[in-house]
């Protein structure tokens, strides 16, 4: 018998024996104890499988496509700069200015 069988066997025999002393806790705990252990070896066997079968998997390299020779030149077009503005006052700044003027007066 092999390990995973008795386990799933005592786990049973558990289960049974909570059930027949009245322990529905310790029946419900057996149950959902036998459940995870055959679900993680389920999901560690699938891991494997998942595993071997992508990393042994040929690498197809495409056929139909040919390689494109790409030139690299070093003039790297740049931004266009910004204009700068001519020094002076700014007309908002003027404005309010004025307004300050006439309030004062």
Do not use: C, H
Not at 12 to 31: C, P, R, T, W, Y
Not at 62 to 84: A, F, G, H
């Amino acid at each position: 018998m092999s390990e995973a069988e008795t386990k799933d066997i005592n786990y049973v025999k558990d289960m049974v024996d909570s059930l027949s002393q009245g322990d529905n806790i310790g029946a419900e705990k057996a149950f959902k104890d036998a459940l995870a252990g055959k679900i993680s070896a389920a999901l560690d066997t699938k891991r494997t499988d998942v595993a071997q079968s992508w990393l042994n998997e040929p690498q197809e390299m495409p056929t139909d496509e040919t390689p494109q020779e790409i030139e690299v030149t070093s003039d790297v077009p740049s931004d266009e700069k910004p204009e700068i503005a001519e020094p002076g006052e700014d007309p908002m700044v003027q404005k309010l200015a004025d307004q300050e003027n006439v309030e004062k007066v």
